[in-house]
């Protein structure tokens, strides 16, 4: 079967590739900048991907026109607009069009429940591109998720967070909201055996696990699991906005991510009875199960995606080629250059930087910028990384965006995606003369760029300086 699978580097996408390709399938990947776009070498008869974007007809010639089934992965929750509704609208409508001139049969989408009476802003869209896409010639089946959990999901990860780092929790009225999460593992077992199944055409299923829990529940069993005992107060004065400030300081969420989750947790989310289980032959897993497999894959080091990957960031909506040439001129540098007696070992410590390995030298003051950036809006350095060994470009790594990841050049590029008076490059390199060249370069924006660069010079040359003989071995 030829599929054609949308939001490519997403989440769930990411993770729903690998079992279409086991399958035999043949996969063409739509990406909007298909140099963050890694295809393993053994994929290569397989997967194709292809350069466009959804909100851009233009693009949309480019998919093939013997396509079998399609997914509509795309999503726009976090879109620092917040005008996320009108762009849903747009993009699942062109979405619509273009494939209607391929040979497509069949159309699966993944949702939200919807079953509550009052939906928020967020559960509103998705309902909104159900419409559309149902409203197409070709045959739709909407499968409706709540809360998914997984190792590297937003959920889980949100969750982790609030309970590893707070034994006392002041929360808000919505952590009383019902609802019926579901592990990754059932998602994307559901997704894969449903392409071409005439049995779920022009249908939507509800698709959750066997627990029905409060947030609190959630979060209390989630503890149990992790053999911690914490304690939540349920208070009535928080409001939608305070409690997103609690949820932007206390987890590694954006603002503007955490503002739509809170609004749709106020939303009950519970399935409809349905027989699509019993069809696809899908034994659910609990939410505990679900808990202990994500931690399984995280001490594995085997978590395949993360939410903060497919997170929208100016970098990656500019693509990556419009960042990946450093630039010299206007710019400031600081240099560091080590002669090196085992480069191999250094390459090793280079594609470890980051995440719970650190920065290898004053780590304290790496997490000082990291919370000064959350108090002026930014993403903060809690975002981590998704594997502690490997990288690739287009990847989050803490509040750096990884550009070029190359073990072949011996390079490793990153782009600052925190709040700066202007842009920030950090690069790695490993000359054939066996040298660690270690080169930070800022792009100032106007006189204040450039007074924030010399008012952190101090900081920098004894941050950089440390850190080049650390990694340098």
């Not at 989440?11 to 909007?32: E, K, P």
């Not at 960031?313 to 450093?326: F, Y």
Request: hydrophobic fraction near 45%; charge should be positive; glycine fraction near 6%.
């Amino acid at each position: 079967m030829k599929i054609l699978l949308t939001g490519a580097t997403g989440y769930i996408a990411q993770r729903l590739l690998y079992v279409l390709v086991d399958q035999g399938h043949n996969i063409v990947c739509c990406v909007r900048d298909t140099k963050r776009f890694h295809i393993a070498a053994e994929w290569q008869e397989q997967v194709n991907a292809i350069q466009v974007d959804f909100l851009k007809p233009d693009t949309l010639s480019l998919i093939p026109d013997d396509i079998d089934a399609a997914y509509y992965l795309i999503h726009s929750m976090a879109s620092p607009s917040g005008d996320f509704l009108s762009m849903e609208k747009q993009s699942a409508h062109n979405f619509v069009c273009a494939l209607e001139k391929t040979k497509a049969q069949h159309i699966i989408y993944l949702s939200g429940i919807v079953n509550d009476e009052h939906l928020s802003k967020h559960l509103q869209s998705r309902k909104n591109v159900e419409e559309i896409l149902f409203a197409g010639k070709i045959p739709l089946t909407t499968l409706r998720a709540g809360i998914i959990i997984g190792s590297g999901s937003a959920s889980f990860e949100i969750m982790r967070d609030l309970v590893e780092k707070l034994p006392v929790m002041i929360a808000p009225r919505w952590l009383k909201t019902k609802c019926q999460p579901i592990a990754i593992r059932n998602v994307i077992q559901i997704l894969s055996r449903v392409p071409l199944l005439k049995e779920t055409y022009r249908q939507s299923f509800d698709i959750g696990g066997p627990d029905i829990l409060t947030f609190k529940d959630m979060l209390l069993q989630f503890a149990q699991v992790r053999g911690l005992k914490r304690s939540i107060f349920v208070v009535p004065v928080m409001t939608p906005k305070l409690s997103s400030y609690w949820l932007y300081f206390v987890t590694s969420t954006n603002f503007s991510l955490a503002q739509n989750l809170v609004k749709s947790m106020k939303v009950e989310v519970i399935c409809k009875p349905n027989k699509l289980n019993e069809l696809l032959g899908i034994q659910l897993v609990t939410y505990k199960e679900a808990i202990k497999m994500a931690f399984d894959k995280i001490d594995q080091n085997r978590v395949l995606s993360s939410w903060t990957d497919a997170l929208s960031s100016r970098t990656l909506n500019d693509g990556i080629d419009a960042h990946i040439t450093v630039p010299t001129m206007g710019c400031l540098r600081n240099m560091q250059i080590v002669k090196l007696e085992n480069p191999e070992l250094t390459l090793q410590n280079i594609w470890k930087i980051g995440g719970r390995h650190g920065w290898y030298y004053a780590d304290w003051l790496w997490n000082l910028r990291g919370f000064a950036d959350k108090l002026v809006g930014g993403i903060g350095i809690r975002r981590g990384r998704k594997n502690e060994t490997e990288i690739s470009a287009g990847e989050s790594l803490d509040f750096w965006r990884v550009l070029l990841a190359s073990k072949k050049q011996k390079r490793l590029l990153l782009y600052a995606e925190m709040k700066l008076p202007g842009e920030a490059w950090l690069e790695f390199k490993i000359t054939s003369n066996n040298e660690l060249v270690q080169t930070a370069t800022f792009r100032p924006l106007g006189l204040w760029g450039r007074l924030y660069w010399y008012m952190l010079f101090p900081f920098h040359a004894f941050i950089f300086r440390g850190m080049v003989h650390n990694i340098a071995v």
